[in-house]
């Protein structure tokens, strides 16, 4: 069956400029979570949502980061007047409920 | 201290041989721990999970958990080159938390 669906795989942005990333889960699941991998480094968490309801949101590094799952399927994550450290790889994945998490192939930002 | 700690390695084996792969976990409370397998460039992939004290095994792959010890472990036998990869352990921290702590990841040489 299909997996997560993250899109773009590859974002370019200039420093300064917003960017909207996607993530489509695997159909049925109702947990979603995003998390950012810099290189070398094991994946970091973001936040999560349950359906529509964002329940975490702790690893959200400033208030220039933004995630939103509108219908309970297809999420996205803003990041707003990017910064150089912002460039990662930003990871979705989704799950059954308490059942473990599956990942996308991620988005790779660079700021420049 | 991290909340979760692997050797970055590179761990090297032949192949054919049993590579081990070890992580330990400051929260004593944690109930999940998952492996997964990470190819450069690539997304993480889930290998194992375990919940309880004890082996789990799963082909040529076996998840070893000591709460007490709060160290939990892979066991990869009949190493293939086709696993070299980096092996991230991921635990949930914190009670009732969904998002995944990682390590930094072990990454794993075998050799022909």
């Known amino acids: 069956g299909a997996g997560v669906s993250q899109s773009p795989r590859y974002k370019v942005a200039k420093r300064g400029q917003d960017v909207a990333l996607r993530c489509d889960p695997i159909?049925?699941?109702?947990?979603l979570f995003w998390y950012q991998q810099a290189l070398g480094q094991g994946p970091e968490f973001l936040t999560y949502?349950?359906?529509?309801?964002?329940?975490?949101k702790s690893g959200l590094p400033s208030d220039r980061f933004f995630a939103e799952r509108p219908e309970g399927s297809v999420s996205t994550l803003k990041i707003q007047r990017t910064q150089q450290e912002d460039s990662a790889v930003y990871l979705c994945?989704?799950?059954?409920?308490?059942?473990?998490?599956?990942f996308g192939d991620g988005t790779r930002l660079s700021i420049l | 201290q991290k909340e979760v700690e692997q050797n970055s390695g590179p761990l090297s084996v032949p192949e054919g041989a049993i590579a081990s792969l070890n992580c330990t976990y400051s929260d004593r409370g944690s109930q999940s721990f998952f492996w997964y397998r990470q190819y450069s460039g690539k997304s993480p992939e889930l290998i194992m999970f375990i919940y309880s004290n004890g082996d789990k095994e799963d082909g040529r792959f076996t998840a070893q958990l000591n709460k007490a010890s709060q160290y939990v472990s892979l066991l990869i036998r009949d190493s293939q080159p086709s696993d070299s990869a980096t092996y991230l352990c991921?635990?949930?921290?914190?009670?009732?938390?969904?998002?995944?702590?990682f390590g930094s990841g072990t990454r794993l040489q075998v050799q022909p």
């Open positions: 991921a635990v949930n921290i914190g009670t009732g938390r969904r998002a995944l702590t």
């Open positions: 949502f349950q359906n529509e309801a964002q329940l975490d």
């Open positions: 159909s049925g699941h109702v947990s």
């Open positions: 994945a989704s799950s059954l409920d308490d059942q473990p998490q599956h």
